[in-house]
């Protein structure tokens, strides 16, 4: 009997034993009550509890969790947003207080879920209320300063912190989305036009400075063509008179008819007319008396350009 009694009492111990020592993982905070009272808190590793006496309560961890929400809000100008986002928050921190809070602010996960759902849905209900449609796609990071300043109070008061808040896709209704599509391509169309109209404004005073400038090369050209003729011409009326000057007078020298070289240029005139006209018709009196009549229209011309 006495050896019996003594396995039972082992027993006991070990079984005391096993019940007495509890380990906590890393990133969790056990609750311990005694009775249905809050206790104490057990942080990670290996700790000691009474048996049958204290109870671990809860399990909170203390790492970060995520949600995504879905909800809906309506603009000032009754336009209906639809909202996809995500929320990152973890628990403050591993004090006894703040872990107590975690515990006992709500009766479970679920119920805290469904309040941190519904507090952020109606802060950015709040804000979107206050916008037109026009305005809100590119308030993303508005939208999430204002929804952090309004719940960051709200969830310090249960435990929690709130590490981040991402809008990740918002809509509007079908109707509307076509309506800001053709919004956006009559805009596209509108742009293409006034550059398609810059460009030919600039094709064409670029065509009209190049036609302006060819059309000045041109005349500067011409007049510097006429200049140069008329040089030409002036030099060649020189040279002649010269030389017919110095004709004349080898032959007065010679006692001869300076008559001879008005007949000289009366046939050169003839024979170059006769060469170069390219098919033109000229009219001249062959007759002596035309001859003659021209000879002296000549001579009359000579003795102008002498006196």
Do not use: C
Not at 194 to 217: F, M, V, W, Y
Not at 245 to 267: C, G, H, P, R, Y
């Amino acid at each position: 009997m006495d050896q019996l009694a003594s396995y039972w009492w082992l027993l006991i111990i070990i079984i005391f034993l096993f019940g007495a020592f509890v380990t906590v993982n890393q990133g969790y905070v056990y609750v311990i009550t005694m009775f249905g009272k809050y206790r104490r808190i057990l942080l990670p590793g290996l700790s000691f509890k009474i048996p049958w006496l204290e109870q671990v309560s809860k399990k909170i961890s203390i790492q970060n969790r995520s949600i995504e929400l879905q909800f809906q809000a309506v603009t000032a100008d009754q336009a209906n947003v639809y909202f996809k986002s995500m929320l990152l928050y973890s628990v403050q921190n591993a004090d006894e207080e703040t872990i107590k809070k975690v515990a006992f602010k709500f009766i479970s996960e679920k119920d805290l879920m469904q309040a941190l759902a519904r507090t952020i849905e109606g802060s950015i209900r709040s804000f979107v209320a206050t916008k037109k449609q026009a305005e809100i796609l590119g308030l993303r990071k508005e939208i999430v300063e204002f929804v952090k300043a309004q719940i960051d109070h709200s969830l310090e008061e249960w435990g929690y912190h709130l590490l981040d808040l991402q809008i990740n896709d918002i809509t509007f209704d079908q109707v509307i989305m076509d309506s800001m599509s053709k919004v956006v391509a009559s805009n596209n169309l509108k742009a293409a036009a006034e550059n398609e109209g810059q460009a030919l404004l600039i094709t064409k005073t670029k065509s009209a400075e190049a036609e302006g400038n060819s059309i000045r090369i041109s005349a500067e050209a011409e007049k510097e063509a006429a200049r140069l003729r008329g040089q030409g011409v002036a030099l060649f009326r020189q040279e002649v008179a010269k030389g017919m000057t110095e004709a004349a007078e080898q032959m007065k020298k010679a006692n001869l008819d300076t008559n001879v070289i008005l007949f000289s240029m009366w046939t050169e005139a003839l024979k170059n007319f006769a060469e170069v006209g390219k098919g033109n018709v000229i009219f001249l009196d062959g007759s002596a008396q035309g001859m003659e009549g021209t000879m002296k229209q000549i001579q009359a011309l000579m003795l102008k350009q002498d006196s």
